[in-house]
């Protein structure tokens, strides 16, 4: 609705009396005021929608940021945190993914690190690569144990008194796949490894 002025003499209205007329009017959400600049940008009212256009289906939304679990790298890590090695797999996951950018990821990894983790990665500055995030929380909270190490606590590794086998082989896939990543084995001698190991459990 606009509302102009009536010309001197047509109104024993004042400028007072608009004012408030017009402060009613907003009040009531079945009436829009325009100023007369505004209606008149209208083109004088005729034709123009009230209402906003839906939105077209050519309109591409913004991508979301994946979300990965929290890890702080803290000695007492606080409730819901997953470790280095879970958080990790999440990582590559995404990393894996096609659809997803890098610089997705990087937003999703800032906001899941905290504590001694989150202060690691400072030095890195603003403009970090995933590689060299990676790289860095690697080397100061992965598994510092060499390949060697690795595959004698895998060959050494029992079945713990009460853990199921399920428990029990994740325990040693674990520890194949620090192996993995650093390029010691592959993953064809992962599957042959975990199968002559629980063989030698069940003789």
Partial sequence: MAM???????????????????????????YVLFTKVEYDRLGGGYGVPLT???????????????????????ESPQRG????????????????????????????IRKSLRGIARQTLIPLGLRATLSEILRKLDTFLGNVAS???VLQQFYSA???EGESVTAYGCRLEALL???????????????????SKFCAVTN
């Fill in 147 to 149: 390949d060697e190490v």
């Fill in 4 to 30: 102009s002025k009536p010309n001197a003499g047509s109104s024993n209205l004042d400028q007072t009396d608009y004012d408030l007329m017009a402060s009613l009017l907003r009040q009531n959400d079945d």
């Fill in 81 to 108: 945190e997953t470790t280095y090695e879970g958080w990790r797999y999440e990582v590559r996951c995404l990393a894996s993914d096609s659809t997803l950018s890098e610089e997705l990821i990087l937003q999703a």
């Fill in 52 to 74: 906003p256009p839906t939105q077209s289906r050519d309109t591409h939304l913004l991508p979301q940021v994946p979300k990965i679990s929290t890890f702080s790298g803290d």
């Fill in 158 to 160: 029992t079945q713990k």
């Fill in 177 to 195: 796949q620090l192996a993995i990543n650093s390029g010691h084995i592959n993953s064809a001698a992962r599957d042959d490894m975990l199968r």
